[in-house]
C-alpha cells in the first residue's frame, strides 16, 4: 500500500477548512477531485477517515492518526521540493495562520488575489494552534505566520495587523455563580484559550478544570450552546452568535489579544513574500 502526497494534503487542507468545497476553493481544484481523492485514501486505509460533525467535516480516530502520519509526510516533502527547486522554477509563499480571524483574513482575500495577480506564484496555507504556527515559523516551515499574542509577547519585529479584547464566553442558561469548579472548553491543552483561561483563573484563586478540548471552532461553539462550560474568545469572534459573557466579580478581567504578522527571516526578503505580507496587511486594514 502506497499513500501519495496529493491525496494527503487533499485530506489535511478537507480538515483544515471544514468542508469539500472550501478545500476544493483552496486547492485550485474541483470538488469532485477532491471527493475522489478522499474515497481513494479511505480505500487505501480500508477506515473512515471522516464524519460529519455539524455542517464541518472532521477526523475520525482513524483519520486522526492517519493525519498525524500525513502532515509529517507533506512537510518533508514540502520542504525537500524547496530546497531542491530549480533556478526559475515557481516561486513558493507557505503561510501559517491561526483558524478564525487569521485563516478568514487570508482565504478570503490574500489567497484569490494571488490566484489572479500573480499565478506564477504557489501559495500554502496551514491552519493551526498559535503554538503550533510559532513553532513551524521557528522552524523554517513557513515564510509568514499569522498568529495570535498577548501584549508581553509581541516583539519588536511584529507587525500588529489589529486587537481585540477577550471575553469569557457561556451559554445564556450556565448559571456561573452555581458553579464550584469552572468547567473550560478549549481547542487543545496547546490552544490560546487554555493558556489564558488557565492564567488568570489560577492568578485569581478560582477553581477550574478542562471540560473539553476540541478540534475547531464549529465544536467550540456547540459545546457552549449546550451548556458545556466557558470559553475565552475574542469580542470579534463571537459578535454573530448568541453567547453570554460575564466578567467581574464572578470571573476576572482578561487581557487584549493582537493579532500579529510574523516573518521568517531567511525568507522575509524575497519578492512573493513581501507581497503576500502587503496583501495580508491590506486585508485586515493595517498599514502596509
Known amino acids: 500500500m502506497k499513500f501519495d502526497i496529493d491525496s494527503l494534503r487533499t485530506l489535511q487542507t478537507v480538515v483544515d477548512t471544514g468542508s469539500v468545497q472550501s478545500a476544493a476553493d483552496q486547492l485550485c481544484i ?6 475522489w481523492k478522499l474515497k481513494r485514501l479511505q480505500e487505501r486505509t480500508g477506515c473512515k477517515l471522516l464524519e460529519k460533525e455539524g455542517r464541518r467535516l472532521c477526523l475520525t480516530d482513524d483519520g486522526e492518526e492517519l493525519l498525524t502520519y500525513g502532515r509529517q509526510i507533506i512537510d518533508i516533502h ?6 531542491f527547486r530549480p533556478v526559475g522554477s515557481s516561486e513558493v509563499v507557505r503561510i501559517g495562520a491561526t483558524e478564525g480571524a487569521g485563516s478568514v483574513a487570508i482565504l478570503d482575500t490574500v489567497a484569490p488575489w ?16 498559535p503554538a503550533t504556527v ?36 457561556h451559554s445564556h442558561a450556565l448559571d456561573i455563580a452555581a458553579l464550584t469548579s469552572i468547567p473550560l472548553i478549549t481547542w487543545g491543552s496547546r490552544s490560546f484559550s487554555a493558556r489564558v483561561a488557565g492564567r488568570e483563573l489560577t492568578a485569581n484563586g478560582i477553581e477550574h478544570h478542562v471540560g473539553y478540548e476540541l478540534p475547531s471552532s464549529s465544536s467550540v461553539w456547540s459545546a ?26 464572578l470571573l476576572p478581567d482578561l487581557p487584549h489579544i493582537n493579532y500579529v504578522l510574523r516573518k521568517n527571516p531567511a525568507t522575509a526578503d524575497d519578492r512573493p513574500v513581501r507581497l503576500a505580507a502587503d496583501q495580508i496587511k491590506a486585508s485586515f486594514g493595517a498599514a502596509a
Open 134 to 169: 510559532d513553532e513551524w515559523l521557528a522552524d523554517g516551515h513557513i515564510d509568514l505566520a499569522v498568529t495570535l499574542a498577548l501584549d508581553e509577547d509581541v516583539s519588536p519585529d511584529d507587525v500588529v495587523l489589529f486587537s481585540e479584547g477577550l471575553v469569557w464566553a
Open 224 to 249: 457552549i450552546a449546550n451548556g458545556a462550560g466557558v470559553t475565552v474568545a475574542d469580542k470579534a469572534e463571537i459578535a454573530h452568535l448568541d453567547i453570554a459573557t460575564t466578567g467581574p466579580p
Open 114 to 129: 494571488f490566484r489572479l495577480e500573480q499565478p506564477e506564484v504557489e501559495l500554502t496555507i496551514r491552519v493551526e494552534q
Open 30 to 35: 474541483s470538488r469532485s477531485a477532491v471527493s
Open 78 to 83: 514540502d520542504a525537500a521540493v524547496q530546497r
